[in-house]
């Protein structure tokens, strides 16, 4: 189970900070945060292989978003900077359903656990 939290309402400019735990061991497994808007597929934000040796963001983030993640915790964050409008959207956790990995995947069918999800508003 992966749980969501520090979403909420935000001025454009300004920062987040979400985090997501899990309630098993994700140590193994790539992790990944997506984001989804009305009527808008959902859409890779940004991912971390279970080495913590790979990265990958939307280019639409890039140098704004940082993701890290914490194997002692099982948990991985997402630091939101410079939020945009077109930034907000419902942002969700997600596990890579094979552990270890080789490559990071990016697709969506690919992640097997899924968060809730939670609700980013960026005002301008």
């Known amino acids: 189970q992966l749980v969501e939290s520090g979403g909420g309402l935000v001025q454009a400019g300004g920062s987040l900070r979400l985090s997501c735990a899990a309630s098993?061991?994700?140590?193994?497994?790539?992790m990944a945060w997506f984001r989804q808007s009305p009527g808008k597929e959902r859409e890779l934000v940004a991912a971390?292989?279970?080495?913590?040796?790979?990265?990958t963001y939307a280019d639409s983030v890039r140098s704004r978003f940082a993701i890290s993640r914490d194997n002692v915790e099982n948990s991985v964050y997402l630091q939101m900077n410079w939020l945009r409008p077109e930034d907000t959207a419902v942002y969700y956790c997600?596990?890579?359903?094979?552990?270890?990995?080789?490559?990071?995947?990016?697709?969506?069918?690919?992640?097997?656990?899924w968060g809730q999800g939670i609700q980013v508003t960026v005002n301008s």
């Open positions: 997600a596990a890579d359903e094979l552990p270890n990995r080789p490559t990071l995947i990016t697709t969506p069918a690919a992640f097997a656990s």
């Open positions: 098993g061991r994700t140590s193994k497994y790539s």
């Open positions: 971390i292989s279970w080495s913590v040796t790979a990265k």
